[in-house]
């Protein structure tokens, strides 16, 4: 199975500021990965795609990198806000094949931004 | 209207019991999966189903049993309670089985097994 590595389980930072969270993982390399926001109490919320040939995917203040070298994914939120504050989650997936669609997670990296 | 929704949201119950958790997709999706975090908060894949066909199931003891009557269904049997089950447990679904597989999630069951 993958071994997927989130890098801290807490990140602080201050509010305006660039937050950059890391995902590396092992094993195969992935035909996509996805990033997800866990906000306490709730399901997590798909974000971003980004796909093997692809690196580098933009949405607002959002920024993902791919590099299928490094076996590397780094997620950046500009200019920071409070509102930001949640757990950030990578997920790698399978190429497809027998298993098809299978989904592993990271155990997230929880960002506080602060005023 | 809520795109995935379970229920009930609260189990609080004694082990050796049976309990089901229920979940509902209006996104016409094809597939539904059960994912379940625990108190270190991975998130790993239990089951999923494409179209009422069981595709993956991941290990899970045979105390777990899901069932889905219909497409935009999926429900979560436990027998026999035990203590580690006590998790948050998730219904998700995605639009089919060939597509990228961005899932929606529901709120989450939080279970606690005493």
């Known amino acids: 199975s993958q071994k997927i590595e989130q890098n801290s389980e807490a990140l602080n930072i201050q509010e305006g500021k660039t937050a950059t969270l890391t995902c590396n993982y092992t094993?195969?390399?992935?035909?996509?990965l996805q990033w997800y926001r866990q906000d306490p109490g709730r399901g997590p919320v798909f974000l971003l795609l980004?796909?093997?040939?692809?690196k580098e995917k933009r949405k607002e203040r959002l920024k993902v990198t791919f590099d299928t070298t490094l076996k590397q994914s780094l997620f950046h939120i500009t200019a920071s806000q409070p509102a930001d504050s949640a757990t950030y989650l990578c997920?790698?997936?399978?190429?497809?094949?027998?298993?098809?669609?299978?989904?592993?997670f990271g155990r997230g990296t929880q960002l506080t931004v602060w005023p | 209207d809520t795109a995935v929704s379970q229920t009930p949201k609260y189990l609080v119950t004694q082990m050796g019991n049976d309990k089901s958790i229920k979940c509902e997709q209006n996104?016409?999706?094809?597939?539904m999966y059960w994912y379940k975090q625990d108190s270190k908060k991975f998130l790993k894949i239990m089951f999923s189903?494409?179209?009422?066909?069981?595709?993956i199931n991941e290990t899970v003891p045979n105390r777990f049993s899901p069932k889905s009557p219909d497409k935009a269904h999926l429900n979560l049997h436990i027998n026999s309670l035990e203590l580690g089950d006590s998790a948050v447990y998730f219904c998700?679904?995605?639009?089919?089985?060939?597509?990228?597989?961005?899932?929606?999630f529901g709120e989450g069951s939080r279970l606690t097994v005493l």
């Open positions: 998700a679904s995605s639009q089919d089985w060939g597509s990228t597989g961005e899932l929606f």
């Open positions: 094993n195969y390399s992935p035909a996509y």
């Open positions: 980004i796909r093997e040939n692809e």
């Open positions: 997920a790698p997936s399978k190429r497809r094949g027998s298993t098809l669609g299978r989904l592993y």
């Open positions: 996104l016409g999706h094809d597939t």
């Open positions: 189903y494409n179209n009422k066909e069981l595709i």
